[in-house]
């Protein structure tokens, strides 16, 4: 720094030798600079060999790395997470991911919109399924108040466990954007807290549901029949039906099998707290997740056929009774059992306005 | 714009637990939570070998891609950070994940998980103020210059962070040294041909 101060006034007369001594002032610096960076290299490159060498664990190969992807652990393996049951490499993370986001989520959306554009067809072409008969005036007790108040329940719930799942799955491309995070957070929390409180609820009240049902609903020659003969939903065919017709019994072995795979893989998500591991929580959300999309692409189904596709389905639901020409149309065997219980629309609006239970003594309360 | 990676080098990680010691000091994770943790396979053999393993901050993040709520975001100097404002802890991101990374407090019945927690390369994460930050996702030295604080502390240096190309420059100089055959990547079928030894020799 001394140098470099006091030599500074020298180079202000543009001399020759003021000249000179620049030059040999920045080739002095260069040189300096250039030799401390080359040491500094010739340290670090011999320094470490050694230093390396000693410090080094014996060599990794390549047995152990794949010993690592293969997520075997062996009995020497340690974790120092003190709750870990994991493996060193999740590999099955990714193929879980790729089943989830390349298949499941996009052609559920597919499925579920296309019997959606599908049941807009059926309506816009075909239209309601009308009685053919004027009714009678004449009612037959279908549904139980206790059934139509399970019914309705588990609907509820379904409906509601759908439109969470699917908020879960596809909510982050639409309401995110729409709405902003502050709303966003509140949605998707609440989606996810309904969904893990009402799924078991729904779980329980499905399987009532479905022990309640299995009598009306055990496949019978003449279902295979109506099934052929697409329910008889086109044109002016007529098929025979039990109390549950082929599309019934379909629809509720349907529940039978994928709604309480559904409900099974739905307790091993909702309650982690039984050291089930990662790749179990995987295969449960892909079954999980194709089962309900399925289902709730079929569900649109039942829902048309039930309230806008066929004339007086609602109100059997609703009121619990139908009319002797809905009855004998939709459900001749059926009919054909309880024809002898009919009672007149009069006296069912007089006992629901006295508000004794409805129905002979008769008539099914399953 | 730098690419922020972890690098644990198995041939010095002497399975001190050092680094899961700073992480639980540096950012006062939550109770039963420990966003790092080291790993021995063949614990007393011969071949054994230990590794420090923490959130990797993937490129192509699978805990992103799946995540339901959308709350994970990649920062300019590629740190995969996540809101806890907007997690549900529906445990998505631990399915994916290849390193079992997230974690999840349980605080709640029926052993629900609470808000995610995993490291966050000491950078913190999306907060109104430094002391919310804090109080959620831990220190962010990035934002004070430093590195993280597991690997500042690594006694045998063994654990690494930096930049992509800093970490890959300092563990292919120590692999030069080592004198292996096929360069430290044993299982890159690319190894042979790339012939790492002969890059780093060129980069000095």
């Known amino acids: 720094m001394n140098l470099l101060t006091a030599q500074a006034p020298a180079a202000v007369p543009r001399s020759g030798k003021g000249l000179a001594l620049g030059i040999w002032r920045f080739i002095a610096v260069a040189l300096v600079l250039a030799l401390s960076l080359a040491f500094a290299q010739v340290a670090v490159a011999q320094a470490d060999p050694d230093r390396e060498m000693t410090t080094a664990a014996p060599g990794i190969t390549a047995d152990q790395w794949r010993q690592v992807r293969s997520g075997e652990t062996g009995p020497n393996y340690r974790d120092s997470r003190h709750d870990s049951n994991y493996n060193l490499i999740n590999s099955s993370g990714e193929t879980w991911r790729h089943i989830r986001n390349r298949w499941v989520s996009p052609f559920g959306l597919i499925a579920i919109g296309a019997t959606a554009a599908l049941i807009t067809l059926f309506y816009l072409i075909v239209g309601r399924k009308d009685l053919e008969a004027p009714r009678t005036g004449r009612l037959i007790l279908r549904w139980s108040l206790m059934m139509r108040a399970l019914h309705w329940t588990v609907a509820t719930l379904f409906l509601a466990l759908a439109l969470t799942g699917l908020n879960l799955l596809f909510g982050k491309f639409v309401f995110r954007t729409l709405f902003g995070d502050a709303v966003w957070a509140w949605m998707i929390a609440a989606s996810k807290l309904l969904h893990n409180y009402m799924g078991p609820i729904f779980g329980v009240l499905l399987v009532i549901m479905l022990v309640s049902l299995i009598k009306e609903n055990i496949p019978k020659w003449h279902d295979w029949e109506w099934i052929k003969k697409g329910g008889g939903m086109i044109g002016k065919k007529h098929v025979d039906a039990g109390f549950a017709n082929g599309g019934e019994k379909a629809w509720y072995w349907i529940l039978a099998s994928v709604g309480l795979l559904v409900v099974a893989s739905g307790f091993v998500l909702d309650f982690p707290n039984f050291d089930q591991s990662r790749d179990t929580m995987q295969w449960a959300n892909v079954i999980h997740a194709v089962g309900a999309l399925g289902i709730t692409a079929i569900s649109l189904g039942h829902i048309y056929i039930g309230t806008l596709g066929t004339e007086g389905a609602l109100e059997a639901m609703t009121t619990g009774y139908v009319d002797e020409t809905w009855a004998k149309e939709h459900h001749n065997l059926w009919y054909e059992e309880v024809k002898d219980q009919t009672i007149p629309e009069e006296e069912v609006a007089a006992r629901k306005s006295s508000g004794t239970s409805a129905g002979p003594s008769a008539t099914r309360t399953s | ?204």
């Open chain 2, 1 to 204: 714009m730098a690419q922020m990676k972890f690098m644990c080098d198995a041939e010095r990680c002497i399975e001190c637990n050092g680094c899961v010691t700073a992480c639980k000091n540096a950012n006062e994770v939550p109770w039963g939570i420990q966003r790092r943790r080291v790993v021995t396979l063949n614990d007393g053999e011969a071949s054994e070998m230990s590794i420090s393993v923490a959130c990797m901050h993937c490129d192509d993040a699978p805990c992103m891609a799946v995540c339901p709520t959308d709350c994970f975001h990649k920062t300019d100097d590629g740190i995969v950070l996540h809101d806890k404002d907007l997690c549900i802890g529906c445990g998505y991101c631990l399915y994916a994940c290849p390193f079992g990374a997230p974690q999840f407090p349980q605080t709640s019945a029926f052993g629900e998980r609470g808000k995610m927690d995993k490291c966050t390369f000491c950078a913190g994460g999306p907060a109104e103020s430094k002391e919310e930050e804090y109080e959620k996702y831990g220190a962010n030295r990035i934002a004070e210059g430093k590195l993280p604080l597991c690997a500042e502390m690594c006694s045998t240096k063994a654990l690494l962070a930096g930049d992509a190309q800093d970490v890959a420059d300092i563990f292919r100089q120590r692999v030069v040294q080592r004198g292996h055959k096929d360069g430290a990547w044993s299982n890159n079928p690319q190894a042979s041909t790339d012939n790492l030894a002969y890059d780093a020799a060129q980069k000095g």
